[in-house]
């Protein structure tokens, strides 16, 4: 029994923990950065006011994780994040393909605590910020209020990942909110004049089908009037979650100290809706649905964002800048929503696309005035318009996996962010990127302590692509469609293919290329032709004049013809895909993106492919065979097809797939880095989307490495990651290593993106 006196004043119970890193905010962004980090040995503490992982993405707010490919609805093509934010992605499609926001979660806090270097605080929240001098953050002090205890927690490098920016804001970090005028960047999307609007907060329900009917009654404090919502006619029994996410309310209040009054009145919209859709009899189909959840609190786009030594602006997105220090790439259009979110009678969102994804730099990721402070998630250095891309979660991700890997070199070489540019730390920091998966647009990955560039390699078979063998039954067009070719500079092979038409009628083909290297916009025709068909099955035979000058993919396009069948291909190929002229409104991709104004953006096509099952490879024959495939390419420093597969892909015929590396001496060797395709033209959405397979079909599920006496030394019969580290207890003394693959499927042959091998 205890029993204590009465007292005039206690305090609440202290620990103080000191570590390398303090990470606040464990949203992806937060959480992503300190599994990077810890795994370079660096200590984190993770710092997170809520009692899961995840932010926006979690079973508390339960928002589609998306970024670059956007829903596969625009030309990104390949473009799924890397790193860390690739292996949770692909883990929750392995765990979870019914995409429950719960499993997520236990992903996130399993992914967390497996770290040994990570120390993770729950529902603390930090509310104070000790500094040394003017410019530098000392300690951070936050309360859990589950366990009453108060923590200081001190670091030489502190990183705000918190949404609000809560540790830039109290150490003086300098930030902005609202938008800036057309005049201060030269951005054409941008006001006349500044203002303070901003993107409002969200809410989501979730509904059930119980088999019986159920009545609702309403709060109170449930809206009365749905019209008061322009936009009520949208809203159906079938619609829910994050597909209304235009459910949006506090553009124009203060959408940091007016969160609590956003909520309130998302709460009214929310059962507002649905007692309009329960009790207006409007929806008989609604009769046996109930509400299963209510987010109790709301999602959160756009608050602060912080000024660091680069601004990305709306310019660098448009025109896919390249930046010396680019350590991340985003590819989310422009999206801006209006400021009366739901009550407004515009639409409800905005979207602008570039032509490819574009990369962001070093140095929109710490604070300009605050030495130690490093900045991620949606409050990165960018402008209004540019943070219309950068703020959905993937991208966030992908710049905290930066934070993570520079706030672990400068803390080996006991150093503040900005000293790592100065200091020329910058190439170690990209290439350590490289090597962890992450993708940064234009740069390959040159590391000269990987033992492979030195080695002889020789495969057992390459892919000579000659054919897409067609399926039994042709499919009736319902967009232009696209087969993507990678080719090689020269002369552009001759293609057959084998439409079928109903009668008498004429096919358009064209041959059309990318006019930005690593794109994937055909805005460039090279040639067109008309042929003529016959009915029935046609025999057309397709020869080109062109000559490539480099590598690139070339899209052999075939106008729509409702008149006209196409032969499609089951064989699914890493680095092979179909594109079609198709539409998505809600990623705004209604075939063609066509500006009304000059408002600085492009007008192009948008190509786009279809998720499996759908999909499938435009059937065709190719003279001489497109020779891109070979063994070469798993040492060329890119893990994803670009303007070319880069990746060695074995011959189907191929019965015992085999990659072969030796050196003319012994090598020892003490870890293995493998990387495979886990399809990362699948943006893998983690809530709402039931995806058709929990393994991507190019995946390479079995394996054996053998040393030099054959050996096998090491063994995977279920891997379904992208990246697959092997780490020997002793050093492997061997002049020989071969990886010996099964193909995945009959219709996919083996694929390997990449080999490494260290001696450590």
Known sequence: MMHLDATDKRTAKTLAFT??????????????????????GTKVILVQDRPVLGGNSSSEVRLWVLGATSHMGNNNRWAREGGVIDEILVENLYRNPDSNPLIFDTILLEKVVEEPNITLLLNTAVFEVEKEG???????????????????????????????GIVGFLSGAAFRMGAESAEEFGEKFAPTKEYGELLGHSLYFYTKDVGRPIRFVPPSFALDDITKIPRFRSFNAQDFGCKLWWVEYGGRLDTVHDTETIKWELWKVVYGVWNYIKNSGNFPEAANLTLEWVGTIPGKRESRRFEGDYMLIQQDIVEQRAHDDDVAFGGWSIDLHPADGVFSEKPGCNQWHSKGIFGIPYRCYYSRNISNLF?????????????GSTRVMATAAHGGQAVGMAAALCSKKRIQPRQLLEQNGLAELQTELLKSGQHIPNLRLKDEKDLVQKARIKASSEM??????????????????????????????KVT?????DG???????????????????????????????????????????VLTEPAYAYLMVGNNPKVSLKMSSQRVTGLLSVFNSINPAVSNYGKQEPTEDIGVDAFEF?????????????????????????????????????QPNAWVADFADLNPMLTLTWPEKQ????????????????????????????????????????????????????????????????????KLQLRVEHPSENSPAAVFEVRCYPE
């Open 464 to 493: 000579v692509l000659t054919e897409l063998p067609e399926e039994a039954k042709p499919q009736p067009m319902e967009f232009a469609t696209a087969q993507m070719l990678p080719l090689q500079a020269g002369i552009v092979p």
């Open 607 to 643: 190509w786009c492919p279809q998720r499996r099952p759908k999909g499938k490879n435009l059937a065709l024959k190719i003279e001489e065979g497109l020779r891109c495939f070979g063994p070469e390419n798993i040492r060329n420093g890119v893990q994803r097809p670009t303007s």
């Open 134 to 164: 003017f410019d530098t953050i000392s300690k951070v002090i936050g309360f859990c209020s589950q366990n009453s205890t108060r923590y200081e927690l001190s670091a030489p490098l502190f990183c705000d990942a918190s949404g609000d």
């Open 668 to 735: 020892n060797i003490g870890r293995v880095e493998l990387f495979f395709d886990t399809d990362h033209d699948h943006p893998s959405e983690n809530v709402l989307m039931v995806h058709p397979e929990f393994i991507a079909p190019f995946c390479i599920r079995k394996y054996q490495l053998l040393d030099d006496q054959g050996r096998i030394v090491y063994e995977e019969r279920d891997n379904h990651q992208t990246r697959n580290t092997i780490s020997f207890a002793e050093p492997l003394s061997t002049s």
């Open 497 to 501: 293919i084998h439409p079928y038409a």
């Open 504 to 546: 008498p009628t004429e096919l358009e083909v064209e041959l059309r290329i990318c006019s930005r290297k690593d794109s994937h916009s055909p805005d460039i025709i090279l040639e067109k032709k008309v042929v003529p068909l016959q009915k029935g099955r046609n025999c057309v035979k397709l020869a080109f004049d062109s």
């Open 19 to 40: 570590a390398d890193l303090v990470i606040v905010g464990g949203g992806l962004a937060g959480t992503c950065g300190a599994i990077t980090a810890a795994r370079a």
């Open 375 to 387: 900045l991620a998630g949606r409050i990165i250095s960018a402008s209004h318009v540019a943070f």
